[in-house]
């Protein structure tokens, strides 16, 4: 199935933004640009192949329970300082830092975590409002589920 010019360049897609990520003389650079729920899917048109695939892969993320307990460890940081560190996370998750850190970098490559540097060190939050909505709605629905 063909793609539409906008649902190529779509890298990772948020309610209300799109990300472009592209190579740049050498250089890793992202644009973000608006674009309306009808323009990821137009109403009564039926969702795309990589629609399918690219949900599919964000719900892969919250596959592994690693990567959910630092999902939810740095959701009940939010809003709140100082930011998490991986040793903070490695601590708080009773893991080692090596195995916090290989996680951090898989949910940072989804654009699902975001990290700042802080000096020698790095601290880690949730990438934005939608992956804070989407994890309060997993933690909420996901236990409503499993004990209903």
């Known amino acids: 199935m063909p793609l539409t010019k906008k649902r190529e360049y779509i890298i990772f897609v948020h309610m209300n933004t799109y990300s472009n990520e592209h190579m740049n003389n050498g250089?890793?650079?992202k644009t973000v640009a608006p674009i309306s729920a009808d323009d990821i899917m137009p109403k009564g048109a039926p969702p795309l192949e990589e629609d399918y695939y690219a949900l599919a892969n964000l719900y892969k993320m919250f596959a592994d329970p690693t990567r959910l307990k630092?999902?939810?460890k740095l959701y009940e940081q939010e809003g709140k300082e100082?930011?998490?560190r991986v040793n903070d996370l490695a601590e708080a998750l009773s893991m080692s830092p090596s195995a916090v850190s290989h996680q951090l970098a898989t949910l940072r490559l989804a654009n699902l975590v975001h990290c700042k540097r802080q000096g020698k060190e790095m601290s880690y939050s949730l990438a934005d409002?939608?992956?804070?909505d989407i994890t309060r709605a997993l933690w909420e629905k996901g236990m409503e589920h499993i004990y209903e």
Do not use: E, K, N
């Open 129 to 132: 409002s939608h992956v804070v």
């Open 27 to 29: 250089g890793l650079q």
């Open 70 to 72: 630092i999902i939810f």
């Open 82 to 84: 100082p930011p998490l």
